[in-house]
């Protein structure tokens, strides 16, 4: 039996909100090299590469091994489909390099709290289960629950976002069934399974068996708030 082909592929745009976030200096280090470096500490990888439409943050991940992919500038905007930057990225990896991952694992450029073991764990429960097509990290989160959410009519007053007639809700977060969101740190995906256009949306090229992986804490960096956030977890962990 042949193993899998698996790779890893940060993706980071440099379009952002807060200037230069994805390389932005915490802790001494740019902010992609920590999951860029904990990706590396897993064993069977073939191979890494980093996708951007910025030549900063493509040199900051050829500084810790990963090969360049230049985004198209029309792949580098707010509104870009992230989807569609890792089908480029794959035919790139096809057409440049002959190579066809079996299993791709996507790291978020803007995220510093992932661990090697989670890859790792994720990675595990795709190879023993071929019919997933997607395992990525989830963290429950009943303060933000779907049912408490909220939205602001045409007349100024507020109506639940999520039709609740019929439903008996509670009114404390620990009496509603647990919710959870995607962490937005990695995804593991098995290629074959996905950009099918038959998965979840808004990420529809997951396909449309996804595994949840529980995760106590993750934090993706889109403020200065969350620069110190992630400052101050990775000097406690």
């Known amino acids: 039996m042949t193993s899998d082909n698996m790779v890893v592929l940060i993706t980071g745009r440099g379009n952002n909100t807060l200037k230069d976030k994805n390389i932005i200096q915490i802790c001494g280090k740019p902010l992609l090299s920590y999951g ?47 989807s569609d930057a890792v089908l480029h990225a794959l035919n790139f990896m096809k057409v440049k390099d002959n190579l066809k991952p079996d299993i791709l694992i996507i790291m978020m450029a803007n995220c510093a709290t ?76 098995r290629v074959k399974n996905c950009f099918k256009g038959n998965g979840q949306p808004p990420w529809n090229y997951m396909g449309d068996k996804v595994k949840p992986y529980i995760v106590n804490y993750s934090l993706d960096v889109h403020s200065k708030d969350d620069i110190i956030l992630t400052e101050k977890w990775l000097k406690g962990n």
């Open 114 to 189: 992932t661990k090697s073991h989670q890859i790792e764990d994720c990675i595990n429960l795709i190879k023993k289960d071929k019919s997933l097509s997607a395992v990525v990290p989830v963290i429950q989160n009943n303060d933000h629950h779907p049912f408490r959410a909220k939205r602001i009519r045409e007349d100024g007053l507020i109506d639940p976002f999520v039709p609740l007639q019929g439903h008996d809700i509670a009114p404390n977060r620990q009496q509603l069934e647990p919710n959870y969101f995607l962490s937005h740190s990695f995804y593991v995906l």
């Open 36 to 82: 860029g470096e904990q990706a590396k500490k897993v064993e069977g990888i073939n191979d890494y590469y980093i996708s951007s439409d910025s030549d900063k943050i493509l040199d900051v991940g050829h500084s810790i091994g990963y090969k360049k992919i230049k985004r198209p500038i029309e792949l580098g905007h707010a509104e870009s489909k992230h």
